[in-house]
């Protein structure tokens, strides 16, 4: 009888500690299940400037993907849509964008774009607009006539590095931005871009060419061509240097992090010892946080 009770005891246990680990078999696999299916489920940031649209593809815990395009004013919806979901399955990822944000600083392409993760993605956009929750307050004159681009920068300096920051964007315009330690834009400078100056001076002088924007020899220069390179990348890193002078005295900052972005910052940032930090992506980067607050 016992020896009954005690095989009966023993089986008893056995289908416990099976049933046990088919229950751990199963929670285990439903973790795993999950995170693949976090994993699938990835951000797509756009950012719509003058020259360049920037695209990255966020997938929870790095960036699976970055895009520097040219900005084409007149592509329909249609072709940037074909253009977008042929990059996304470069990427191996044409089915797995769960959400997506724009900033745009060009009107009529801001339209486009929203159409286009409507009609290709099947994502309505969040879009960065002057009432969106950046964690960023503007404290301009009109912080409506701020552009989106601005603030979405100076959310992403805030992240990156708590603090007072001067955010240095080098593209279709250069711009500074003044970002103080309690996360406040505090205002702008505007200054034509490098590549915009290179254009004007071949377009408006009549003996003066195109030039490759790259450094001469010496700052003085000794023909045509090393006379204008001198002025662009040497005058642009001089100004620079004053204006980041100049916003640290008026900040009362002078220990204020100074970061470098844009598609042309690395042409200057050999010529310039005041760019402490280079962000090629920081727009992204401030899409993303900016996503994270909203969702």
Same mark, same amino acid.
């Given at each position: 009888?016992?020896?009954?009770?005690?095989?009966?005891?023993?089986?008893?246990?056995?289908?416990?500690?099976?049933?046990?680990?088919?229950?751990?078999?199963?929670?285990?696999?439903?973790? !795993?299940?999950?995170?693949?299916?976090?994993?699938?489920?990835?951000?797509?940031?756009?950012?719509?400037?003058?020259?360049?649209?920037?695209?990255?593809?966020?997938?929870?815990?790095?960036? %699976?993907?970055?895009? %520097?395009?040219?900005?084409?004013?007149?592509?329909?919806?249609?072709?940037?849509?074909?253009?977008?979901?042929?990059?996304?399955?470069?990427?191996?990822?044409?089915?797995?964008? %769960?959400?997506?944000?724009?900033?745009?600083?060009?009107?009529?392409?801001?339209?486009?774009?929203?159409?286009? !993760? !409507?009609?290709?993605? /099947?994502?309505?956009?969040?879009?960065?607009?002057?009432?969106?929750?950046?964690?960023?307050?503007?404290?301009?004159?009109?912080?409506?006539?701020?552009?989106?681009?601005?603030?979405?920068?100076?959310?992403?300096?805030?992240? $990156?590095?708590? /603090?007072?920051?001067?955010?240095?964007?080098?593209?279709?315009?250069?711009?500074?931005?003044?970002?103080?330690?309690?996360?406040?834009?505090?205002?702008? &400078?505007?200054?034509? /871009?490098?590549?915009?100056?290179?254009?004007?001076?071949?377009?408006?002088? &009549?003996?003066?060419?195109?030039?490759?924007?790259?450094?001469?020899?010496?700052?003085? /220069?000794?023909?045509?061509? *090393?006379?204008?390179?001198?002025?662009?990348?040497?005058?642009? &890193?001089?100004?620079?240097?004053?204006?980041?002078?100049?916003?640290?005295?008026?900040?009362?900052?002078?220990?204020?992090?100074?970061?470098?972005?844009?598609?042309?910052?690395?042409?200057?940032?050999? *010529?310039?010892?005041?760019?402490?930090?280079?962000?090629?992506?920081?727009?992204?980067?401030?899409?993303?946080?900016?996503?994270? $607050?909203?969702?």
């Amino acid at each position: 009888m016992a020896s009954e009770f005690t095989s009966t005891l023993s089986t008893v246990k056995s289908e416990s500690r099976v049933q046990h680990e088919n229950k751990n078999g199963a929670n285990l696999f439903a973790t !795993c299940l999950l995170f693949q299916l976090q994993s699938s489920s990835m951000l797509l940031a756009i950012d719509v400037g003058n020259t360049n649209i920037t695209l990255g593809l966020w997938d929870g815990h790095e960036w %699976r993907k970055q895009w %520097r395009l040219r900005t084409v004013h007149d592509q329909t919806v249609d072709e940037y849509g074909v253009y977008i979901k042929a990059l996304l399955r470069e990427a191996e990822a044409a089915q797995q964008v %769960r959400a997506t944000i724009i900033s745009s600083v060009v009107p009529p392409l801001t339209s486009t774009f929203i159409q286009v !993760c !409507c009609d290709y993605l /099947g994502q309505e956009p969040l879009l960065v607009e002057a009432d969106t929750n950046t964690g960023i307050k503007v404290m301009t004159d009109t912080p409506s006539e701020v552009g989106a681009d601005r603030i979405v920068n100076a959310a992403a300096a805030f992240h $990156l590095h708590p /603090g007072n920051s001067i955010v240095i964007d080098m593209g279709t315009a250069t711009t500074f931005d003044a970002v103080s330690a309690k996360g406040e834009l505090l205002g702008v &400078a505007i200054a034509p /871009g490098l590549g915009l100056a290179a254009e004007a001076l071949s377009n408006r002088a &009549a003996q003066l060419g195109r030039v490759a924007l790259e450094a001469p020899p010496n700052s003085i /220069g000794k023909n045509t061509v *090393h006379a204008m390179q001198s002025g662009l990348i040497f005058g642009y &890193a001089s100004l620079i240097d004053g204006m980041v002078s100049r916003f640290k005295m008026e900040m009362n900052a002078f220990d204020a992090n100074v970061i470098g972005t844009g598609g042309l910052i690395t042409t200057i940032i050999p *010529h310039t010892d005041v760019i402490n930090i280079v962000e090629p992506w920081l727009t992204l980067i401030g899409l993303r946080e900016i996503y994270r $607050l909203n969702r």
